[in-house]
């Protein structure tokens, strides 16, 4: 019998070191919101914008590459310098991505290297004005992306740092042309470079994140960190940009 139950748990040793691991990440966040839409309005805005980001991570301790799948969605009201005019602001973010990851350090040092496939989709809308009120934002983007993870111990207790990287390289984005109105585009059916393709050069965005974890238990660990978001993109003659700082808190979960 003893032999019965010694076979069987050398069974499963390996059945459970192939299982696969994954982490998800539930993180709210609030700050500052800058947005220029060269469409709508020479002007710029500030105000205060929200952000929910949803994390999951998927790996195999015996293979090299892992996965990940980011869920963001912001939302931001802002005004100009006069403060008579407000601009609403919304948007959702898809991030899906592959990353080889290294160990060094005695496994306290995480590297991750790859890329990302973004699809954004938002919309920007002028309170004070009935002159081509809104903008839609419709694009995607091909990121080379980088992780590093440093875990370490403070206080007798366990805690991980985190930087996260994200380059838009090349991509598509939806515009309407300088003058042209969405009347035109839509019921009119007169495309004027309206599809454009983006590189590094014409969009010159990028997507960071700064973040420290406390694992207060070898299941659950609390998150807190910055999130920035810089997009910007000069084509068919107009200027936009947002750019998005958030103080960022939430909870991780392991399984």
Known sequence: MKNKLLLLLITLVPLHAAAQESTSANIIGVGSSGILDTYINQEKFSGIGFTYLYIKEHAKPEKRWNSIIEHELDLSTTKDRSKDNQMIEGSYNLYWGRYRHWQLLGDRLLLQAGGLANANLGFLYD???????????????LMPAGIATYHFPLFGKQFSLRYELNVPLVGIMFSPNYGQSYYEIFNRGNYDHNIVPTTLVSAPSFRQMLSLDWHTSGKWSLRVGYLGNYQQAEVNNLKQHIYAHRVMIGIVVRR
């Open 127 to 141: 309170m004070t004005t009935s002159n081509n009120p809104a903008q839609a934002r419709l694009s995607l983007n």
